[in-house]
């Protein structure tokens, strides 16, 4: 190629000193066809030298060489950007497997390193990235054919799941990593950002963007609630990030979620304005409350606990401050998000419990009773049997033993007896309780599936009403295009969705063509 080059400058720079300026263009183009539109297949597929192991050992001279000479000959750069596809694509796939390896070896209690597997998973998808955008724009000088064999490449392998994990919750958890406090990854601002901006470049080329936009707002409500969040203003960044990559309506409820904490702050200033106003109202217990709107965050279960007496009055106190804010407004009380403090007076001394919401109400019923059986405990907190069983196990089988349970065994059963342990100490004063986290993965998909299902509805029924007749083939292509942006539906799933819509009268079966259908107005 190095001296293809040569040549070629060489009978430009010969038309001026011998031959008219009208001939050089024929001549060039003479020269080219002997010298590479013969030769180019065996010249890019050469094992040493060729296209492929140019990319593999990161020729970046002799790539840029290889753009500026078959970019001169007809269809020259189709097969180099089909070589390239090639190339990444087979380089992300041996990422997929490296990780997927990684994942399965390690043992399953060890989750916290299968997390980590996945985090750097995902560093090494951005810097493959990285590092072939570079090429893209300086090798092969942003040619569309190389951006769009990028794009390809990067959908194949960006849609694979590692260990059980979809792509899109992969993301979605390394932006939580990056994002909550005590990120592991000690980044500075700077590189915060530049990591948000690349993690959103690569939603790009995920199918499923409202699998990731679920997971997000799982997560971000998280950070928001807990106050696990570094930075207001890397949340607010990615949130921009996103909004301009997929639209408004893509960010719309997590830009609420934001938008509530800071006014549920404001709620909180006059909460305590108010109680320190009317003393006599006072609960006796320093008590913050989140007000939030239903629409913008994810359901949480709920349910109507026998909130312990002292519960009840702090309660009672915020409902009465909130009747004085609106009056239009139905507070809905989601008691399996609440954290409380407690002071347990054990013999060796006394120790602060952290402990959920659920956690609390099941101590303090020791506090009128020394003992109490597992049928007492589920009568008295008005809980399924599950939940229960949850509370009890955080409380008397894990690593902090505050109750002793009879029999001692590892597992709850509805015979267990269950008393207040004051033989309890730890050597720290304050201790959290850990209670074990539900997995809501299952939930995040059944969720999105049932949002798929009235996006799909909306979608045929939105070109049904400007259409009024359309063939089945042709309402299925739209249908496919219009929801492509936010996930790749299924054509089993449209079809479906057709067959209820006629059942509930949107639409009808031709009486002639069974395969055209007609919207009802």
Not at 299 to 305: A, E, G, L, N, V
Request: charged share 30%; glycine share 4%; proline share 3%.
């Amino acid at each position: 190629m190095i001296k293809a080059e040569e040549c070629l400058k060489r009978e430009k720079e010969r038309v001026g000193h011998y031959l008219h300026i009208s001939s050089e263009q024929k001549l060039l183009e003479k020269v080219q066809n002997e010298l590479l539109a013969q030769y180019a297949t065996p010249l890019l597929e050469k094992e040493h030298s060729g296209c492929s192991a140019l990319l593999r050992d990161d020729k970046v001279e002799d790539l840029s060489r290889m753009y500026r000479l078959f970019s001169k000959i007809s269809r020259g750069l189709e097969p180099i950007s089909n070589m390239f596809k090639t190339h990444v694509t087979n380089e992300g796939t041996a990422l997929v497997k490296q990780a997927e390896d990684s994942a399965s070896n390690k043992k399953p209690e060890k989750k916290d390193i299968v997390g980590m597997q996945e985090q750097v998973f995902v560093w090494k998808i951005i810097e493959l990235h990285d590092k072939y955008v570079a090429y893209v724009t300086e090798c092969f000088q942003g040619h569309t054919l190389f951006h769009k064999a990028l794009k390809e490449a990067f959908e194949v392998f960006c849609n694979k799941g590692v260990s059980g994990s979809s792509s899109a919750e992969l993301l979605a958890t390394f932006c939580d990593n990056i994002l909550k406090k005590g990120c592991s990854e000690k980044l500075s601002d700077e590189a915060i950002e530049d990591a948000l901006e690349k993690v959103v470049r690569m939603l790009a080329y995920i199918s499923d963007k409202d699998l990731f936009a679920e997971f997000y707002r799982k997560k971000l409500a998280r950070r928001l609630l807990f106050d696990k969040s570094a930075n207001d203003e890397h949340e607010r960044s990615i949130l921009t990030k996103l909004k301009q990559q997929c639209g408004g309506q893509f960010t719309s409820k997590m830009e609420g979620m934001v938008t509530d904490l800071t006014v549920a702050r404001d709620h909180q200033t006059k909460f305590e304005e108010f109680v320190a106003g009317h003393p006599e109202l006072n609960p006796g217990i320093d008590l913050a409350v989140t007000v939030l709107t239903t629409g913008f965050w994810p359901s949480y279960k709920t349910f109507d606990i026998n909130l312990p007496a002292e519960m009840v009055k702090c309660v009672e106190v915020f409902k009465e401050f909130y009747q004085t804010r609106t009056k239009h407004r139905k507070l809905t009380w989601i008691y399996s998000l609440g954290t409380c403090n407690i002071n347990a007076k054990f013999d060796a001394k006394p120790i602060e419990l952290i402990v959920t919401t659920y956690q609390a109400a099941l101590l303090l019923l020791f506090n009128g009773s020394d003992r109490l059986s597992y049928s007492e405990i589920v009568t008295q907190l008005n809980l399924s049997d599950d939940d229960v069983v949850r509370l009890l196990h955080s409380l008397s089988c894990a690593k902090y033993k505050i109750l002793n349970k009879e029999p001692a065994s590892r597992s709850i059963s509805p015979n267990d007896v269950f008393e207040f342990n004051s033989k309890f100490t730890d050597r720290m004063r304050r201790i959290k309780v850990p209670l074990p986290p539900v997995d809501e993965k299952k939930k995040v998909v059944e969720d999105v599936d049932k949002d798929r299902r009235y996006a799909i509805d909306a979608s045929i029924v939105r070109i049904m009403k400007s259409r009024k007749v359309m063939g089945h083939q042709q309402l299925v292509a739209e249908c496919v295009e219009q929801l492509s942006r936010m996930f790749k539906p299924d054509f089993k799933a449209i079809k479906k969705r057709i067959e209820d819509l006629i059942t509930r009268d949107y639409l009808e079966r031709d009486k002639d063509n069974a395969n055209t259908y007609k919207y009802l107005a």
